[in-house]
């Protein structure tokens, strides 16, 4: 319960912001020495480079060390990580469960507010840890994976919470009997949790995208194994080593939290995904092996966030250059290896009415192609925005890429200044016709994006919002100056469940998804079957076990 009073008014104030659904933030992102400590930079880097070359030490050693990280900045990190046998992991999760499950609503939502505030103390630390595993830039690593990673882990905790609190803990019944004497029942209404709980998380957000699963299954109950991305392990290794340390801190047995690292050619996941002891699975990742996990987890309780074609619909605008600047930053942040980075850009064969005048088809495409270079043009601002690619094989989609339609934009490497073996790619732009949906139609992850003509805005937000339906997507953004076109747009993406920006040209992108506030994917379209986050994201992660006993008349 200390912990529990301890943050009892952030966790408050974040159940608000849940309802009300206006800015609030918990945790700063601006990495200030003044809010974070005046060494917390320096001390944050130190402690990575004391990780590399050496085993992970997570208070367990394990039956086997693995591991083989490369940072997409060109260097081996070395760090090897305890693993043991799914059958175990799921046993000892099973039995530590035992007592957490045990443990009141304010116990639990206690350790975990505790864990979420330890981790912010080691964002610095988590920063280098991302950077260096998803190949994000320093800064956007620090905010991804972690404040903005750590307020969607109190808003999940929020949730939970607000969920459980709903059940009432006791009730007196009492029913009337005319003139004889009533009824009456005294009830009580415990939490049960689902049991053991895996997150199978992503390379490019491994915080972001995981800590609402596990910090929802914990506050709800149930144990959790973290099996991260063979490539992005160290960012939940240190979040599962920090949840150890505060489960034990509170006298629970720390198997409450496991991690299950594996390595890419000894997977794991379909394993323990298909253990008959693991009740909930969350996944981030591909579409393909999202459908496996669909399909073959032993349990029906999945939770997926996939991929989806995210689109832009350019009809009209007031502001051409704000328009080309705002989408030229959206294609070209961490290289377009973002869920809610856009990809298709859809424009009317007879162009656009611009507050520049009438531009054609070819005149956006190139104003486009023109913002990006300007947007690009220093060096080390470039390799602030752009980041590092993550995967070889998205370096190699971009590659392959260049066949599918004419050039606007052609991809080139950035350099980094002190990493002379980044792996980095600019955006390439492509100039297609709407009839060749062989090569838009087809999720292309990466920094890879078309300029897609059609015979009006109508079939763009028809082309657009079907695609949503059928292959998924998470956002799409509109450019309009007409109240109609928004009407129509709105209907169309409602419909096929995308969030819909329009006229953004400001300092707000179509790929930023704020917690308390926005609701990352909606679980209406293939791109997930759930939403970060909702009521449904939490409220079948427990169920409620009655229990009446009859008083004496």
């Not at 085993?55 to 050693?61: S, T």
């Not at 394990?62 to 260097?75: D, K, L």
Request: hydrophobic share 45%; net charge negative; aromatic share 8%.
């Amino acid at each position: 319960m200390s912990f529990f009073e301890a943050h009892r008014a952030r966790l408050e104030q974040a159940v608000e912001a849940c309802r009300s659904r206006s800015y609030w933030s918990a945790y700063p992102e601006v990495a200030s020495g003044k809010i974070y400590g005046e060494t917390a930079k320096a001390d944050g880097e130190a402690a990575f480079k004391a990780l590399l070359g050496k085993p992970f030490d997570l208070g367990d050693g394990g039956t086997r060390q693995v591991g083989r990280e490369v940072s997409p900045f060109g260097m081996a990190l070395g760090i090897t990580y305890p693993a043991a046998d799914p059958d175990v992991l799921i046993e000892s999760a099973i039995k530590a469960g035992e007592s957490w499950a045990r443990a009141s609503i304010e116990d639990r939502v206690g350790v975990c507010l505790e864990i979420v505030e330890r981790i912010n103390r080691q964002s610095f630390l988590i920063a280098n840890a991302a950077m260096h595993t998803t190949g994000q830039a320093f800064m956007m690593a620090f905010q991804a994976a972690g404040p903005h990673a750590q307020d969607r882990a109190l808003e999940a905790i929020a949730y939970s919470y607000d969920e459980m609190i709903r059940v009432p803990r006791t009730a007196n019944w009492s029913k009337p009997q005319g003139k004889g004497d009533p009824i009456v029942l005294d009830k009580s209404f415990r939490i049960v949790p689902r049991g053991v709980s895996l997150v199978i998380g992503c390379a490019t957000f491994p915080t972001w995208n995981g800590y609402p699963a596990i910090f929802a299954s914990l506050a709800t109950g149930n144990s959790v194994i973290v099996k991260p991305h063979p490539g992005a392990i160290l960012p939940l290794a240190i979040t599962v080593k920090i949840g150890r340390e505060v489960l034990k801190e509170a006298g629970f047995d720390p198997n409450v939290l496991t991690l299950a690292p594996d390595e890419a050619d000894a997977p794991v996941a379909q394993e323990l995904a298909a253990h008959p002891g693991v009740a909930i699975v969350d996944f981030t990742g591909s579409p393909a092996f999202g459908q496996w996990v669909r399909e073959n987890s032993a349990t029906g309780l999945v939770f997926t966030e996939e991929a989806g074609i995210n689109a832009i619909v350019i009809d009209s605008t007031d502001d051409f250059r704000g328009m080309c600047s705002n989408i030229a930053f959206s294609l070209s942040l961490y290289s377009g290896q973002m869920c809610t980075a856009p990809q298709n850009i859809f424009v009317p064969a007879a162009g656009i009415e611009t507050n520049d005048g009438h531009k054609s088809y070819d005149e956006v495409a190139s104003a486009i192609g023109s913002a990006i270079d300007r947007l690009l043009g220093d060096p080390d601002r470039a390799a602030n925005i752009l980041g590092t690619i993550q995967n070889e094989a998205t370096a190699k989609r971009v590659d392959a890429a260049r066949k599918l339609g004419r050039i606007v934009r052609d991809s080139a490497p950035v350099p980094v200044a002190g990493f002379d073996q980044a792996r980095t790619a600019s955006p390439l732009l492509l100039a297609v016709d709407a009839k060749d949906d062989r090569a838009w139609g087809e999720e292309r992850f990466g920094p890879i994006a078309f300029v897609i003509r059609t015979e009006s805005t109508g079939e763009s937000i028809a082309l657009a919002s079907q695609s949503a339906r059928r292959k998924g997507a998470i956002t799409a953004s509109l450019y309009t100056t007409s109240d109609a076109v928004i009407d129509d747009a709105a209907d169309a993406f409602a419909r096929a469940g995308v969030a819909l920006s329009v006229n953004l040209t400001g300092g707000i992108y179509v790929n930023q998804s704020a917690a308390f506030s926005d609701y990352h994917v909606s679980g209406a379209n293939p791109a997930g079957n759930a939403c970060l986050t909702d009521s449904a994201f939490v409220a079948n992660r427990f169920r409620v076990a009655p229990m009446r006993r009859q008083k004496a008349a």
